[in-house]
Structures are given as C-alpha cells and as structure tokens.
C-alpha cells in the first residue's frame, strides 16, 4: 500500500526542507514527480533547485523539457508524461490521480496558514476515506515527530 505523508510546516519554509528532502530520496535511488498547481511556483524551484546550496544543487527537468523521462526528478503541472515516480511531491495541494500509482506521496503545507491548513485536512480525510492510513508529521523543537492531525 502506498505510504502517504503529510508535513506540517511551522518552523521553517519550504526552501529550507525541499531540497534536503528531494536529496534522501533521490539517494535512496527513488524517481521523484514533485508537482505544482501554479506555473510560477513551478518557475521559481526549477531556478531554485540549481541554485539553493554553495556545495550543491539538483539536477531535475520539467515536463516542458525534452527527454524529462529520463531525469529521477520532474517537476510538472500535471501527471501526463512523468518520469515514471516512486514518490509523489507536492506543495500546493495536488491531489494525485490515483494513490496507489505511487509508492510514496508527500505533501507538505504551511501549517501556520489557515486557509492552507484546512486545505491539507480536506485532503486527509478524503485520503483516509478511501482506506488509506495516513502519517502526519508536526515541525517541533527537537524535529518532526508524528502527530495527529490538528
């Protein structure tokens, strides 16, 4: 069964865990579809991604790029023609097609935002309905620790 994830962001922004993030799963040898409902925010860590780190960056595509199949990591506006992901990314609420297409789904949100917060609990519930157990993750102190949902 697909292991579903759910991050709530309070500490810090989504610039500081993406990439750390993007970078455990990718050497774990996953393909990643990380996907975006807005083409600007999807602009902007296409940019993001090269240049975030001194030391490093993430070599990645877009679904406008040719041959994007073939690199481990895809940033898209949809799920038509991705590189065939293990894991499924999102920041902005998108709401895969189909759950079990995926081995793992992660979604993280603004936790501090309440609008989007009540978004992601949508999400939650609609997921869960559906038989699926859900793992949510709460920013604190000493790290993320799982939580339920609120």
Same mark, same amino acid.
């Given at each position: ?5 759910? !991050?709530? $962001? ?6 500081? $865990? &993406? =990439?750390? /993030? $993007?970078? *455990? ?9 990380? /996907?975006? *409902? ?5 602009? !902007?860590?296409?940019?993001? @991604?090269?240049?975030?780190? #001194?030391?490093?960056? /993430? =070599? ?12 481990? $990591? @895809?940033? #898209?506006?949809?799920?038509?023609? @991705?590189?065939? =992901?293990? &894991? ?6 998108? !709401? =895969?097609?189909? /759950? ?11 936790? *501090? ?6 978004? #992601? @609990? &949508? ?7 559906? %038989? ?10 000493? %790290? ?7």
């Amino acid at each position: 069964m697909t292991d579903i994830n759910f !991050y709530k $962001l309070t500490r810090s922004s989504f610039e500081k $865990l &993406v =990439p750390r /993030l $993007l970078e *455990k799963i990718l050497n774990e040898g996953s393909s990643v579809a990380f /996907l975006f *409902k807005e083409k600007e925010r999807l602009k !902007y860590f296409d940019e993001f @991604l090269w240049v975030y780190s #001194a030391e490093s960056f /993430l =070599p990645h595509s877009t679904d406008n790029d040719f041959n994007n199949k073939l690199q481990p $990591l @895809l940033l #898209a506006l949809d799920e038509k023609n @991705l590189n065939n =992901p293990d &894991v499924f990314i999102t920041i902005e609420g998108f !709401y =895969p097609e189909c /759950l079990n297409k995926y081995k793992k789904i992660i979604d993280i949100f603004d936790g *501090k935002n309440k609008e989007t917060f009540n978004d #992601a @609990l &949508v999400r939650v519930e609609n997921i869960k309905n559906k %038989g699926y157990k859900v793992n949510c993750w709460k920013q604190e102190n000493t %790290g993320w620790e799982i939580t339920e949902f609120k």
